[in-house]
């Protein structure tokens, strides 16, 4: 698979070198259920075209740009691990658009013309609810006309578990409430973090959300093994933070996973009352 970062400066030089494709187009924060329906669903229109397969998303979150950095965004997993998820699916091309206002004030024809059909696209799959161009004023209904139709639409339902839209906002919010075993009904899988330990202290890796505060059964893993264990997730002044309730296998130093299985109980986890063994920036 490649990944391939647009922005503004280098647009020209990828629209002259991309394939024709069937596309994938939303944010695909954790790549849950409703995620993947899409991409299945373009995967299938790729193969009966005999076409590429590519995926377009964006970073950072709209929020963040569109509030001038006053929203925060809980995201799910790093790009990093996106890419990887992606790759795995059968994707060819995995399109990254740097998303700034000049970005957000495209109107949909603009975007529709320089990002789909200026890159070869050729059939676009996108949720229900997806929306594009400034204010978020292009969407499924109107996709074929702004590209004066040159473009095949495929829209994709709803996705739901029981009566409950799945959403990358739906799963911030289980585990705001430490709702992790739920999570494999939205995701597909259990959530899992990634983070560093020195032998002393873990450093969560950047763009991961922690669970409520609150003790939960887990799985530690890395390339050398795996151990299941306890851990408290404890709310401090400058943010969340990690304690291992039992003692962690040395094997485990360096990076590991925090596999999230269930919450145990929700206890008071000031720092006052508890030491912690583990960071997070």
Known sequence: ??????????????????????????????????????????????????????????????????????????YLLPLSEKEKMLQTLGVD?????????????????????KYLIGLGVVHAVAGF???YGSLGAGNMDRLKNDSGGLLEVT?????????QKISSSCIREKLSKGHVEELPNYLGYSYEVKCDWDGMLFKLSPYYTLPAPGRYAVTLKNEMGST????????????????????????????????????????????????TNVLVY
Request: charged share 25%.
């Open 1 to 74: 698979m490649e990944t391939i970062y647009l922005n503004p400066t280098n647009l020209a030089h990828w629209q002259k070198r991309a394939r024709t494709s069937v596309i994938a187009l939303g944010f695909f924060d954790g790549i849950h259920k409703g995620h993947r329906l899409v991409i299945e669903t373009a995967t299938r229109k790729a193969k009966e075209k005999n076409l590429s397969l590519s995926v377009m998303s964006f970073f950072p979150h709209p929020k963040t740009i569109l509030s001038n950095g006053k929203k925060r965004v809980d």
């Open 93 to 113: 091309t995995f399109y990254i658009i740097e998303f700034d206002k000049d970005f957000a004030a495209l109107s949909p024809e603009q975007f529709v013309t």
């Open 129 to 131: 609810d997806y929306t």
């Open 155 to 163: 829209k994709v339902s709803k996705v739901e578990w029981c009566g």
């Open 228 to 275: 299941q264990t306890e851990v408290i997730v404890m709310e401090k002044q400058e943010g969340q933070s990690l304690k291992c309730v039992k003692k962690i296998p040395i094997f485990m130093k360096g990076n590991l996973s925090i596999v999230w299985h269930r919450q145990i109980r929700v206890e008071d986890v000031k720092t006052k009352h508890v030491n």
